[in-house]
Protein backbone atom coordinates (compact mmCIF):
# COMPACT_ATOMS: atom_id res chain seq x y z
CA UNK A 1 0.00 0.00 0.00
CA UNK A 2 1.39 3.46 -0.65
CA UNK A 3 2.53 5.98 1.64
CA UNK A 4 1.19 9.62 1.07
CA UNK A 5 3.36 13.28 0.92
CA UNK A 6 4.02 16.61 0.12
CA UNK A 7 7.31 17.93 -1.22
CA UNK A 8 7.49 21.59 -1.28
CA UNK A 9 9.57 23.53 -4.26
CA UNK A 10 9.69 27.16 -5.17
CA UNK A 11 8.23 27.45 -8.60
CA UNK A 12 11.14 29.22 -9.68
CA UNK A 13 13.97 26.74 -8.38
CA UNK A 14 12.17 23.84 -9.63
CA UNK A 15 8.72 23.98 -10.38
CA UNK A 16 5.75 21.16 -11.31
CA UNK A 17 6.40 22.38 -15.03
CA UNK A 18 10.28 21.91 -15.07
CA UNK A 19 9.69 18.50 -13.41
CA UNK A 20 7.13 17.88 -16.63
CA UNK A 21 9.71 18.58 -18.67
CA UNK A 22 12.37 16.53 -17.70
CA UNK A 23 13.50 13.10 -19.32
CA UNK A 24 10.21 11.01 -19.35
CA UNK A 25 8.75 13.64 -16.73
CA UNK A 26 11.52 12.28 -13.75
CA UNK A 27 13.75 13.45 -12.09
CA UNK A 28 15.87 13.73 -8.58
CA UNK A 29 14.33 15.69 -5.48
CA UNK A 30 17.69 16.79 -4.56
CA UNK A 31 19.08 19.89 -1.89
CA UNK A 32 17.27 18.91 1.15
CA UNK A 33 19.29 19.55 4.10
CA UNK A 34 16.92 19.39 7.19
CA UNK A 35 17.63 15.67 9.03
CA UNK A 36 13.60 15.11 9.38
CA UNK A 37 12.92 15.83 5.63
CA UNK A 38 15.67 13.33 4.82
CA UNK A 39 14.66 10.87 7.06
CA UNK A 40 11.16 11.31 5.66
CA UNK A 41 12.57 10.68 2.16
CA UNK A 42 14.83 7.66 3.46
CA UNK A 43 11.04 6.03 4.21
CA UNK A 44 9.75 6.49 0.72
CA UNK A 45 9.31 3.74 -1.45
CA UNK A 46 8.49 3.45 -5.31
CA UNK A 47 5.02 4.16 -6.06
CA UNK A 48 4.73 6.21 -2.96
CA UNK A 49 2.24 9.10 -4.28
CA UNK A 50 3.20 12.82 -3.39
CA UNK A 51 1.46 16.37 -3.69
CA UNK A 52 3.98 18.90 -5.48
CA UNK A 53 3.50 22.12 -3.55
CA UNK A 54 4.62 25.31 -4.75
CA UNK A 55 6.11 27.50 -1.96
CA UNK A 56 7.27 31.01 -1.58
CA UNK A 57 5.23 32.13 -4.34
CA UNK A 58 2.16 34.06 -4.09
CA UNK A 59 -0.27 32.33 -3.80
CA UNK A 60 1.49 28.91 -2.34
CA UNK A 61 -0.77 25.70 -3.71
CA UNK A 62 -0.81 22.35 -4.48
CA UNK A 63 -0.46 21.95 -8.19
CA UNK A 64 -0.26 18.27 -9.08
CA UNK A 65 0.96 15.10 -8.10
CA UNK A 66 3.65 12.83 -8.92
CA UNK A 67 5.23 9.72 -8.05
CA UNK A 68 8.48 8.25 -5.78
CA UNK A 69 10.19 5.74 -8.94
CA UNK A 70 13.32 5.60 -7.10
CA UNK A 71 13.89 5.24 -2.98
CA UNK A 72 16.86 6.90 -1.66
CA UNK A 73 20.24 7.19 -2.69
CA UNK A 74 23.28 9.78 -2.30
CA UNK A 75 22.94 13.38 -3.45
CA UNK A 76 25.84 14.30 -5.34
CA UNK A 77 25.13 17.87 -4.47
CA UNK A 78 26.69 17.37 -0.90
CA UNK A 79 29.90 16.69 -2.85
CA UNK A 80 30.16 19.79 -5.38
CA UNK A 81 31.67 22.78 -3.59
CA UNK A 82 30.51 24.79 -6.68
CA UNK A 83 26.70 23.63 -5.58
CA UNK A 84 24.72 25.29 -2.77
CA UNK A 85 23.89 22.52 -0.90
CA UNK A 86 27.64 21.99 -0.70
CA UNK A 87 28.20 20.57 2.67
CA UNK A 88 32.19 19.98 3.24
CA UNK A 89 31.27 17.32 6.03
CA UNK A 90 29.84 14.92 3.86
CA UNK A 91 32.45 12.01 2.18
CA UNK A 92 31.78 9.43 -0.12
CA UNK A 93 32.29 6.79 2.49
CA UNK A 94 29.81 8.89 4.57
CA UNK A 95 27.45 10.50 2.94
CA UNK A 96 25.16 12.66 5.08
CA UNK A 97 22.23 13.63 3.07
CA UNK A 98 19.72 11.62 0.20
CA UNK A 99 17.78 12.47 -2.43
CA UNK A 100 15.05 10.43 -4.05
CA UNK A 101 13.57 10.19 -8.37
CA UNK A 102 9.66 11.40 -8.36
CA UNK A 103 7.26 11.20 -11.53
CA UNK A 104 4.73 13.67 -12.68
CA UNK A 105 1.83 12.04 -12.52
CA UNK A 106 -1.16 14.84 -13.15
CA UNK A 107 -1.29 18.83 -12.78
CA UNK A 108 -3.81 19.98 -11.22
CA UNK A 109 -6.36 22.01 -13.84
CA UNK A 110 -6.46 24.76 -10.86
CA UNK A 111 -4.14 25.00 -8.25
CA UNK A 112 -4.96 24.07 -4.46
CA UNK A 113 -3.98 27.28 -2.50
CA UNK A 114 -3.12 27.07 1.18
CA UNK A 115 -6.45 29.38 1.99
CA UNK A 116 -7.85 26.64 0.36
CA UNK A 117 -6.61 23.45 2.42
CA UNK A 118 -6.54 25.73 5.99
CA UNK A 119 -10.53 25.85 4.89
CA UNK A 120 -11.10 22.47 4.07
CA UNK A 121 -13.11 20.08 6.41
CA UNK A 122 -10.74 17.09 6.96
CA UNK A 123 -7.64 18.63 6.65
CA UNK A 124 -7.45 20.82 10.34
CA UNK A 125 -4.16 17.70 11.78
CA UNK A 126 -2.38 18.21 8.28
CA UNK A 127 1.33 18.53 9.37
CA UNK A 128 1.41 21.44 6.16
CA UNK A 129 -1.35 23.59 8.25
CA UNK A 130 0.46 23.23 11.20
CA UNK A 131 2.12 26.27 12.95
CA UNK A 132 6.37 26.58 12.70
CA UNK A 133 5.86 23.22 10.27
CA UNK A 134 8.45 24.34 7.49
CA UNK A 135 9.68 20.84 6.38
CA UNK A 136 9.98 20.85 1.95
CA UNK A 137 8.99 16.38 2.92
CA UNK A 138 6.55 15.68 4.91
CA UNK A 139 3.81 13.02 5.36
CA UNK A 140 0.26 13.08 4.36
CA UNK A 141 -2.30 11.01 5.99
CA UNK A 142 -4.33 8.59 3.32
CA UNK A 143 -7.55 10.37 4.59
CA UNK A 144 -6.05 13.99 3.50
CA UNK A 145 -4.71 12.78 -0.02
CA UNK A 146 -8.51 11.56 -0.69
CA UNK A 147 -9.69 15.18 0.36
CA UNK A 148 -7.09 17.03 -1.57
CA UNK A 149 -7.40 14.93 -4.91
CA UNK A 150 -11.06 15.19 -4.69
CA UNK A 151 -10.71 19.21 -4.63
CA UNK A 152 -8.43 18.58 -7.43
CA UNK A 153 -11.09 17.01 -9.87
Given at each position: M????LMKSEP??????HLLRSHHSTNHWDGVRNYQARNYMREMRVGDKVLFYHSNCDPPAVVGTAE????????HTQWDSKDGHYDPKATREKPIWDMVDIKAVKRFKESITLDQLRKTKGL????????????????????????????AK
Open positions: PRYWTTFGFDVVREAYPDTKMVLLRRGRRLSVQPVTPEEWKVITKL
